[in-house]
Structures are given as structure tokens and as C-alpha cells.
């Protein structure tokens, strides 16, 4: 599921707005806390990024572990209590024996 937000009514920022804008933040912060700042601005960025990859990877690894129990339930293959690894190996048991009947 995906949710957008339409930012068309924000206005945009040029160069210009930009060059203003790093002006202010250094007559506020001083040029001695310039990097202290871009470097805690990274590290935020950095941990966003990771959390936001872990996340993406626990809803694909869910939605991959409900397709195997389908799968596995399609084939007739009990899934109580088994883990997703056995389930797959099941699975592939259960294909080469088909497989080989052909």
C-alpha cells in the first residue's frame, strides 16, 4: 500500500532561495557548528534510511513467508508448527516426486 501526498501547493526553492537560506543558518550557528550539524543531519538521514530498509525487508519477508504457507497449504502439506525453510524444502520434495512420476 502506498500513500502519497500532493506537495504541489508548496513553493519551490532556486538557487537563490537556497544561497539565502544557507546564509541564515550560518549567521545562526556560526561556521564552527556548520559540520557538527551536516554531519548529525547525515547520521539522521543514514538511520532513516536503515530503518526504513529494515522495515521493506520485514513486509517482504511476511508476505514471502504467507506465500510459501499458501503454496504449501494448496499441496495438501501441513504448515503447523514448521518453519519456513521446512515448508519450502517440503514443497520441493513434494515437485521432484511429481517431477519424477512424469
Not at 519456513?84 to 520434495?93: F, H, S, W
Request: aromatic letters at 8%; hydrophobic letters at 40%.
Amino acid at each position: 500500500m502506498t500513500f502519497t501526498i500532493d506537495l504541489g501547493f508548496l513553493p519551490t526553492f532556486g538557487g537563490y532561495e537556497w544561497l539565502i537560506i544557507f546564509l541564515i543558518i550560518l549567521i545562526l550557528f556560526g561556521a564552527k557548528k556548520l559540520p557538527e550539524l551536516a554531519r548529525g543531519m547525515g547520521e539522521a538521514v543514514r538511520e532513516f534510511r536503515k530503518a526504513s530498509r529494515e522495515e521493506q525487508e520485514k513486509i517482504l519477508k511476511e508476505a514471502d513467508e504467507d506465500k510459501v504457507t499458501r503454496l504449501a497449504k494448496a499441496l495438501n502439506i501441513s504448515t503447523e508448527g514448521k518453519s519456513r525453510e521446512e515448508l519450502v524444502k517440503e514443497i520441493i520434495d513434494l515437485l521432484n516426486k511429481e517431477k519424477e512420476k512424469q
